[in-house]
């Protein structure tokens, strides 16, 4: 059974996940898809604002955690001696770079600045490669993987909020059935990305396939992989029943649509829980990269 530290450290990474994907995904749909989402730009800013907010309260916590898991007890986390000890390691620099990215992603929202929200996403984004199991490896090419994983994530995740926003209100299912159309063009080289990377990363990560039903970490990843197989299957019936359906204005279509990607939100859930607990109690059977 995990202890109070790690159901902590598991919370705040649960948080500080669904804050990043979700806000560089929102501004990398908003820069994607301006003409379609021109309308929502209000929408879009305030929760991709909400969820940068998230990200850096968690993250902040989050560090806190681990200093006072170091010495198991709850004065770590706010002595200053300790936590300047841990700033001078790779999980202070993590900090650093995540804050700066998610401190340019508000900044570049506040001025209307997309390219500066974006730029200020994939740094918060790549600052996720400097701590956990893939930075074991010596790899730099691992790390590029992992920032491309992610960025294909937080596209998917993006997405929702103003699909989902747009099936409320009947005058904008016309729109709604255009962007769900594009978004499904762009998901054909996206999804493969996201797929693949992350089974290459699996493959390094456990060594071997048995691994997945021989080790903890592999249960857990089966968890993952499943609700990942979950987000596959709604999102082929969105692209090519629900979607087509609303384009050509059948009655049902957006209740359908409305559902599938409420759906899709829960799977997402439980695949940033399961990616929570991956990296906190369960190591790879290869986490070392022999």
């Known amino acids: 059974m995990p202890d109070a530290w790690e159901l902590a450290s598991i919370a705040v990474r649960f948080l500080t996940s669904l804050g990043l994907l979700g806000s560089a995904g929102l501004v990398l749909v908003r820069m994607v898809f301006r003409s379609e989402t021109e309308a929502l730009h209000r929408y879009i800013a305030t929760r991709a604002g909400i969820l940068a907010l998230l990200a850096l309260v968690a993250t ?8 006072g898991a170091l010495v198991d ?6 002595n200053a001696e300790l936590l300047g000890m841990l700033w001078h390691t790779p999980v202070g620099t993590a900090l650093g770079m995540r804050c700066a990215g998610l401190v340019l992603l508000l900044a570049g929202l506040f001025c209307g600045a997309l ?3 974006a730029a200020g996403g994939l740094l918060a984004l790549w600052s996720v490669t400097g701590v956990g199991h893939v930075a074991e490896f010596d790899a730099p090419w691992l790390r590029a993987l992992l920032v491309l994983h992610l960025a294909a994530a937080a596209f998917w995740i993006g997405i929702l909020f103003p699909l989902r926003h747009m099936l409320i209100d009947s005058g904008t299912h016309a729109l709604a059935a255009r962007l769900g159309t ?10 493969p990305v996201l797929v693949l990377a992350g089974a290459v990363m699996a493959w390094r990560l456990l060594g071997h396939p048995s691994a997945l039903v021989t080790t903890g970490y592999g249960a857990v990843l089966l968890v993952k992989l499943g609700a990942v197989a979950g987000l596959l299957a709604a999102g082929a019936v969105n692209r090519f029943r629900f979607v087509p359906a609303l384009r050509a204005g059948e009655r049902t279509a957006a209740r359908g649509l409305r ?9 997402v859930g439980l695949v940033l829980m399961a990616t929570a607990v991956l990296t906190t109690l369960a190591g790879p059977p290869h986490g070392t990269g022999t």
């Open 115 to 117: 390219p500066l929200a």
């Open 73 to 78: 007890g709850v004065f770590g986390m706010v």
């Open 182 to 191: 594009r978004f499904g063009t762009i998901a054909q080289v996206t999804v």
């Open 259 to 267: 559902r599938s990607i409420a759906a899709e939100m829960a799977l």
């Open 60 to 67: 902040a916590l989050g560090f806190m955690v681990t200093a």
